[in-house]
């Protein structure tokens, strides 16, 4: 490779600036962004409201499994990513049946709290299995797969930072959460929810865009990938073309056949092989 054929500084940092934006757009999609949000936290809100007022568990979980649902029609609507907003549904309506059965309003909030739960459980896991979920998750968004397991050991650090990152806040909000389950009122484990929301999740993202922000840029194996094929053809046709040279009659008679392909007309006839 020559001087000129060398990445400048300023093309590194043009790569590195390039992944670091694909790893916020990735960050963002991966976990809903403002309008994930506001699916998982506004139903919450709607019910522990109505409940507060009207003390009605049927009317409030209705109301918030209605509004559940509008969200996701609105974003079929506007033809943008459903899984937040399918998540959301699902989870609503699984705490509306369990409060409307049991007549407990602090049970709409439970198939939630296990959720998370076993999110962090989850989270913890895998950071500590070497597997950090935060890399498993964005490794393929950012083109990486799980190349940063081997070859990138300043990636894999991060990933594994904001995996126990993502875990401990999880475990913290349980841990606030349950024993208001289990000693207090549906008014306040629904507030408190309400308000351990969103706060927890910045958080989380916050940390995870400080790891990776840090951490060296990921290798984009699909274009290594296309690279090799690209250099696997290239190597053909230069072997073949060798080929024709290192045999000229080879080379006629193959010119000839191509011609006579294309419709082109030729006095000529194919040289006799040997």
Known sequence: MTSDDKPSPTDHQ?????????????????????????????????????????????????????????????????????????????????????????????????????????????YVLSAIFRYPLIGVLLGPMLKENLSWR???????????KATWAWGLILLAKSAILFPLYWWGDATQL?????????????????????????????????AELEAEEKAERDRQRTQAATERAADPLLAEWTDQIVSEARGESSDRRPPRLP
């Open 14 to 122: 043009d790569t590195a600036a390039r992944s670091r934006a694909a790893a916020d757009t990735a960050l963002l999609e991966a976990f809903g962004g403002v309008r994930g949000m506001v699916d998982t936290t506004v139903p919450g809100l709607v019910f522990v409201l109505l409940y507060t007022i009207k003390r009605d568990i049927h009317l409030a979980a209705i109301a918030a499994l209605g509004l559940t649902v509008l969200l996701a029609v609105a974003r079929l609507a506007r033809k943008e990513t459903l899984k937040h907003a399918f998540s959301g549904v699902f989870g609503v309506a699984f705490g509306a049946i369990f409060a409307m059965m049991s007549g407990d309003a602090k049970n709409f909030y439970l198939p939630g709290m296990l959720y998370t739960l076993g999110l962090a459980v989850a």
């Open 150 to 160: 081997t070859r990138n050991p300043g990636r894999f650090r991060a990933y594994t």
């Open 190 to 222: 629904g507030w408190v929810k309400v308000a351990l929301g969103i706060p927890p999740f910045l958080l989380c993202v916050y940390l995870t865009w400080i790891f990776l922000a840090k951490a060296p840029p990921p290798i984009d194996v699909i």
